[in-house]
């Protein structure tokens, strides 16, 4: 436990460059080499748009880093928050750390933007990808980018988290996003033992479907339960699926990175009712 706290205390730049350029790269070369979707649709231009919304993501993130470096420095020094309070052995801290700044930082904002309407205007712009593959997973809009670095924020003040929890957490965060996203087929068997504790694809794409209930169900980024425990986890043959989000289904809404910006500016657009719900 000394090492993992010492490495994540002082991890470097360029180490946490690298867990996102190489989790980029490595479920980039997967799902090419084992798709469950292997559609004709512009690749590059596709990889393009969301690897400016990775960047916008990565500016912010960093222009705001002193913020959350702030935050954990002072729970720290004040003995404030879960894990100061209670005084566990490291072990413990890492875990249950790990399982609040998750719930917290990832799973409620992420439930909270669907159900606020706001903040749904700036998330929704993640749901419009109509070919969801592990770029995905940073495409967000930089207002979505504020918002989701707000929670992390309060997350660390709750819970009391150390920079190095911190700093794990994220890279789990980085790694596991990347990996739900990924457009990769999983054997049954692999999927089922890694969904008893963490998020997959399987799991994950369900949330990607164009059209409620599923797109607000599986929620979940690093683990599986919380979807389970709050009622919120849809299973579904992945093959069903449709991906984006039925009010911005043209091709040119969703792909247009001048009118992905300007769509939470645009007014709010109310999900559409149908008659029947669908069974997939």
Same mark, same amino acid.
């Given at each position: ?94 875990? @249950?750390?790990?399982? +609040? !700044? ?7 904002? &992420?439930?909270?933007? $669907? =159900? ?73 068997? @692999?999927?089922?033992? +890694? !969904? ?7 799991? &994950?794409?369900?949330? $990607? =479907? ?71």
């Amino acid at each position: 436990m000394e090492a993992i706290v010492n490495y994540f205390s002082e991890m470097p730049t360029a180490h946490r460059s690298a867990v996102l350029i190489g989790g980029l790269t490595i479920f980039f070369l997967i799902e090419n080499a084992a798709p469950l979707f292997d559609k004709e649709y512009n690749k590059v231009k596709h990889t393009g748009l969301n690897v400016f919304f990775t960047i916008t993501t990565v500016l912010i993130n960093f222009l705001m880093a002193f913020m959350l470096v702030f935050t954990s420095d002072w729970v720290v020094a004040n003995n404030f928050g879960l894990v100061q309070w209670l005084n566990l052995p490291t072990i413990w801290v890492m875990i @249950l750390g790990l399982l +609040l !700044l998750d719930f917290l930082g990832a799973w409620l904002a &992420h439930y909270t933007e $669907h =159900h606020v309407k706001w903040m749904w205007q700036f998330h929704v712009i993640h749901h419009t990808d109509q070919h969801v593959d592990t770029t995905t997973a940073n495409r967000h809009h930089p207002g979505e980018s504020v918002i989701r670095f707000t929670f992390t924020i309060l997350a660390v003040f709750i819970v009391g988290a150390p920079m190095w929890l911190v700093f794990l957490y994220q890279s789990m965060s980085v790694a596991l996003s990347q990996f739900n996203h990924s457009n990769v087929k999983m054997p049954k068997w @692999l999927d089922n033992a +890694l !969904l008893l504790v963490f998020c997959t694809p399987n799991m &994950h794409r369900v949330h $990607h =479907h164009y059209r409620q209930p599923y797109s607000d169900s599986n929620y979940g980024n690093i683990f599986s339960f919380w979807d389970k425990i709050f009622r919120t986890y849809f299973v579904v043959e992945n093959e069903k699926l449709v991906y984006g989000v039925d009010t911005y289904m043209e091709k040119e809404e969703a792909s247009s990175l001048s009118n992905l910006l300007k769509i939470p500016f645009a007014g709010y657009r109310d999900p559409i009712q149908y008659d029947k719900e669908e069974e997939l």
